[in-house]
């Protein structure tokens, strides 16, 4: 009997995941191109130009330097971007017309699940870089702290104006304000020049805990009003 029981659970389990797996893909499904565009950009156009630049300049500062810039203005953002995308179906009024039968209504799972793949992928595109630039572990943590403040101010800025448009402006704007910055050292919020443990302790860190604040404010301000 016990045996049955854990084999139910089991394939209850299996069925679940395949269930998730499966709205997941009509997520991405329904966003048409923009489903795209992370992987042109992460794994394509950025691991090609720090190539082309690697191949004429070998493992020099400049490769290092445009490798930094390059994963700097294009991995956070692109990194939520499938979650941006999603949420407009659950907050947006544009999204209301595609409707996701879950008798859960916990949606959000599918599109945090989402994001944890997204840095995944990110993750194996880093795996080349640990050859050519010394510490570049370091900066992966940080890009990856990085990235996790870009789904909560994401899905704050959604949840409160229940518009997507506005999440991809301050997203935008926040990254020229990082670009623009005439500061010469890492000042908190700013991560352009954040870089090995210093990076991580007076910009990665802090940026996840602001994060973690407005993925809660998110999550209480907006569970009244997801689709």
Not at 124 to 136: A, S
Not at 139 to 160: E, K, M, P, Q, R
Request: contains cysteine.
């Amino acid at each position: 009997m016990r045996t049955e029981c854990r084999g139910w659970v089991s394939m209850s389990g299996k069925q679940g995941l395949k269930l998730r797996f499966e709205r997941m893909g009509l997520l991405l499904k329904a966003m048409n191109f923009n489903s795209f565009l992370p992987l042109i950009f992460i794994d394509l156009l950025v691991p090609l130009v720090n190539f082309a630049v690697y191949r004429n300049k070998g493992a020099s500062v400049e490769f290092t330097t445009t490798a930094f810039s390059m994963i700097h203005i294009f991995v956070p953002l692109f990194s939520c971007w499938w979650v941006v995308f999603s949420l407009r179906f659950f907050y947006d009024e544009k999204g209301s017309e595609i409707l996701f039968v879950n008798s859960d209504r916990n949606k959000l799972t599918d599109v945090f699940l989402l994001f944890f793949i997204m840095l995944v992928n990110v993750s194996l595109t880093f795996i080349p870089y640990y050859f050519f630039i010394e510490q570049f572990f370091l900066f992966h943590i940080n890009i990856l702290l990085v990235c996790f403040f870009y789904l909560g101010v994401a899905y704050f800025v959604t949840t409160v104006f229940k518009s997507i448009t506005p999440t991809v402006m301050v997203l935008i704007i926040y990254i020229l304000a990082n670009l623009m910055s005439p500061l010469p050292m890492v000042v908190f919020p700013f991560y352009f020049l954040s870089e090995g443990l210093t990076g991580i302790l007076y910009c990665g860190l802090p940026l996840a805990l602001c994060s973690l604040i407005l993925l809660g404010i998110g999550v209480k301000f907006g569970k009244n009003n997801i689709k």
